[in-house]
């Protein structure tokens, strides 16, 4: 546990810690007997979260009670249903409608965006400039992640990666985003990584590669985000494709990225687009 920071914020342990592969998370009390949730963040730039959760300062993502260093205490989440097991069961198209109802939040217009966001071009280095060689489809993938990026429009802060475990349910104040990353781009991008999901949440989970799941998802989102399928559609071909070669370049699999990729580049070719 960080005894400086239960110090300085006057914090009492509240739960057992909970390890994740960035860092530990402390169930804590507030002086005032509240609840909340102090990260201690041991990956470089999962520090640099609280740049945009400060910014939508409680407006569809977590509220920041306060920051220092690697440590960062905010509000915590109530127990209850995930968006993970709400997919997995049967509601997938409920907990879809979901996120698309905080992305909505999150994107909504607010003053000059904070300094030291990162441009999606910097973002889809890996793929446009790849450290592994690529197969046919990411190839594909890299093209449309090319066209995609010269053709950014309603540029906006970005959560960067809203899915499944990283919208929580805060009871009275509804469904929230926590751990984004530092994104700045079309925000058309930020529909994307939940066509992954809930699939990277966990093993054996299998609800987003399948066809049926997919065509509903892109229907809903489409709908929900006011989105041209096409431009949806290309970059999710470019964000399944840049997580792929992220797995393939450590050295793990990367099926259900290179399945949902698939899906998206054969219904832009069927397409024309």
């Known amino acids: ?27 804590v009390r507030l002086p005032d007997g509240g609840a909340a949730m ?12 609280h740049l945009l959760l400060r910014w939508w300062d409680g407006d569809g993502a977590a509220r920041v009670l306060a920051h220092d260093g690697p440590a960062l205490l905010m509000e915590r989440a109530v127990p ?7 997919s997995i069961q049967g509601g997938d198209a409920q907990a879809t409608a979901i996120l698309c109802g905080v992305l ?17 071009n910097r973002w889809f280095s890996d793929l446009l400039a ?11 993938c890299r093209s449309l992640a090319a066209a995609a990026l010269d053709a950014q429009i309603e540029a906006r802060p970005l959560h960067g990666d ?25 925000r058309a991008f ?42 949806l559609l290309r970059w999710i071909a470019a964000s399944a494709g840049l997580s792929a070669v992220w797995f393939l370049a450590d050295g793990d699999a990367a099926a259900v990225d290179l399945a949902v990729a698939a899906m998206a580049v054969k219904r832009l070719a069927e397409a024309g687009g």
């Open 104 to 120: 909505a939040r999150l994107h909504r217009p607010r003053g000059t965006p904070p300094e030291g966001l990162l441009d999606l």
């Open 1 to 27: 546990m960080p005894e400086s920071q239960l110090t300085k914020w006057q914090l009492a342990r509240d739960g057992d810690v909970i390890t994740t592969p960035r860092g530990q998370l402390y169930p």
């Open 130 to 140: 790849p450290p592994i060689r690529l197969s046919p489809l990411l190839e594909q």
């Open 190 to 231: 930020d529909y994307t990584v939940l066509f992954t999901n809930p699939d990277l949440c966990g093993p054996d989970i299998h609800v987003a590669t399948g066809e049926a799941v997919f065509e509903h998802r892109l229907q809903q989102v489409c709908a929900l985000a006011g989105l041209d399928r096409p431009r």
């Open 38 to 49: 102090l990260k201690v963040s041991t990956d470089a730039e999962e520090r640099n979260g």
């Open 162 to 186: 809203l899915h499944h475990d990283n919208v929580l349910d805060f009871g009275t104040r509804g469904w929230l985003a926590i751990d984004p990353k530092r994104l700045l781009g079309d």
């Open 80 to 86: 209850g249903d995930s968006l993970r097991a709400m």
